[in-house]
């Protein structure tokens, strides 16, 4: 049996990495065979192997299958802009086509348990009138929503599960990633997400000072997705 997910949040640097990168290490601790994509980054660092991105690696960190950095991030820019902005500038041409043939390759090697990351939320741009969320329907997969919980992120999140709905998509389940610790009325704020989300809750990932995939892991109810 083999599950695959497409991983989008609220908006970015809400931990959309951090969540994947623990749920593919409670995948493992499970006994789960495990792949990842990050079809596109921008913000990669250049080194002596080439542009590498620290989102990429620690996916690639909790992947048991023996697979290559340039098959998890087929598409890597240096600026740390949006990635549509990153390729126009490179001269690449980013489309849906220039993702789908490279995560599909992923899953196509069957894992148990396989996660693709998007990059930002939902519609980010690609070229043209494209957006991320397109890879994601052109791969129909069910999605995983990063909540970043915060001031504002009620909004954000049944907004963004309107759009995955309207796209003909399953929402699976949802993480609530404590990114603001110093949240008023925090535990009203979740209850009110648990309300409106009509898909279990994965987690509620509190702000950890080391936030490894390890640390993370503990706070994921991966039998959640079965639901």
Not at 69 to 93: C, D, K, M, Q, T
Not at 121 to 142: F, H, K, M, Q, T
């Amino acid at each position: 049996m083999t599950a695959a997910y497409f991983v989008t949040g609220t908006d970015t640097e809400i931990g959309k990495t951090t969540v994947a990168a623990g749920l593919l290490h409670a995948a493992r601790m499970a006994g789960l065979s495990t792949a990842a994509a990050k079809p596109v980054a921008s913000g990669c660092q250049r080194t002596s192997d080439g542009l590498r991105n620290d989102d990429a690696l620690a996916l690639l960190g909790e992947c048991t299958l023996a697979l290559r950095y340039e098959e998890v991030n087929p598409l890597a820019f240096e600026p740390a802009i949006a990635p549509h902005l990153a390729a126009r500038e490179a001269g690449v041409l980013l489309d849906v086509e220039a993702l789908r043939g490279p995560v599909q390759a992923i899953l196509d090697k069957r894992a148990d348990f396989t996660l693709v990351e998007g990059a930002g939320g939902w519609r980010v741009p690609l070229a043209g009138e494209a957006a991320l969320s397109d890879l994601a329907i052109a791969l129909d997969l069910p999605v995983i929503l990063v909540v970043g919980v915060r001031l504002g992120c009620i909004n954000q999140a049944l907004l963004t599960a309107e759009a995955i709905a309207r796209d003909g998509l399953v929402l699976a389940g949802w993480v609530a990633n404590l990114v603001d610790p110093q949240m008023s009325r925090l535990e009203e704020n979740l209850a009110t997400l648990a309300e409106r989300l009509p898909v279990p809750c994965l987690g509620r990932v509190p702000h950890l000072s080391q936030a490894t995939p390890g640390a993370v892991a503990p706070y994921l109810k991966l039998a959640a997705l079965g639901r």
